[in-house]
């Protein structure tokens, strides 16, 4: 049985920084793209970055290039997403997804193949 769980999100204030951790069970980890997306109240899942399964490449979404950094440890079947410079718009129940295919780092939820249960990331201005 596949899963992904999440952790490190809470309330922080503007400018402050988080790092989120996602633990993979059940699959090989290094035969997955990773990715990060998120949702906040009353919008659409959105994405935020994703990583090759040899960690070599990354993909940002252009509103977090520059302040978010997405990595991986496959000794350790870990995905992690540091925050720097959060900022209220930040606010959103962050995900993380597991990605099969090997035609690039993708940028649309519904082609990944499992999902965390998400972590809540509240950011006050």
């Known amino acids: 049985q596949v899963q992904l769980v999440e952790s490190g999100g809470g309330l922080v204030q503007a400018g402050d920084s988080l790092r989120l951790s996602c633990a993979a069970s059940?699959?090989?980890?290094?035969?997955?793209?990773m990715g990060w997306f998120r949702q906040a109240p009353g919008k659409e899942r959105e994405f935020v970055a994703a990583?090759?399964?040899?960690?070599?490449?990354?993909r940002y979404a252009d509103s977090v290039k520059g302040r978010f950094t997405i990595s991986r440890d496959n000794a350790k079947n870990t995905v992690h997403l540091q925050m720097n410079s959060l900022k209220p718009e930040d606010t959103a129940v962050y995900y993380c997804?597991?990605?099969?295919?090997?035609?690039?780092?993708?940028?649309?939820?519904?082609?990944?193949?499992?999902w965390g249960q998400g972590t809540q990331v509240t950011v006050s201005s």
């Open positions: 059940g699959l090989t980890f290094s035969n997955y793209a």
């Open positions: 997804a597991g990605d099969r295919a090997t035609v690039g780092l993708r940028a649309v939820g519904s082609v990944y193949d499992y």
């Open positions: 990583i090759t399964r040899s960690g070599g490449s990354t």
